[in-house]
């Protein structure tokens, strides 16, 4: 049974860093792209950052380029979400998926990401 499970989320000024964790278990973690997405109320939910199975190759959004980072530990079958200088839209549920893609490129098509975690809150006060 695959399992996605985030952690790290919580309430930060802004200006404030967090750092996101989603340990996965159940699958081959080296074989799968791993894309963190958040959710706002309202709003649909977008990929802000995706990661390639080895981690050569990383993807962000345009909003978030230069704040956030995102990087992974195929050891330890974790990926993780760094971000800094947060801001108060960076407000959301934060969620992280797992598609299996063995030529190590980053998956952007949200539909095609086969797992999914429950996902963290994010709330960046003004």
């Known amino acids: 049974q695959v399992q996605l499970v985030e952690s790290g989320g919580g309430l930060v000024q802004a200006g404030g860093s967090l750092r996101l964790s989603c340990a996965a278990s159940?699958?081959?973690?080296?074989?799968?792209?791993m894309g963190w997405f958040r959710q706002a109320p309202g709003l649909e939910r977008e990929l802000v950052a995706g990661?390639?199975?080895?981690?050569?190759?990383?993807y962000y959004i345009d909003s978030v380029k230069g704040r956030f980072t995102i990087s992974r530990d195929n050891a330890k079958n974790t990926v993780y979400l760094q971000m800094n200088s947060l801001k108060p839209e960076d407000t959301a549920v934060y969620s992280c998926?797992?598609?299996?893609?063995?030529?190590?490129?980053?998956?952007?098509?949200?539909?095609?990401?086969?797992?999914w975690g429950q996902g963290t809150q994010v709330t960046v006060s003004s």
């Open positions: 159940g699958l081959t973690f080296s074989r799968y792209s």
């Open positions: 998926a797992a598609d299996q893609n063995l030529a190590d490129t980053v998956v952007v098509v949200t539909t095609q990401y086969e797992y």
């Open positions: 990661i390639s199975r080895t981690g050569r190759r990383t």
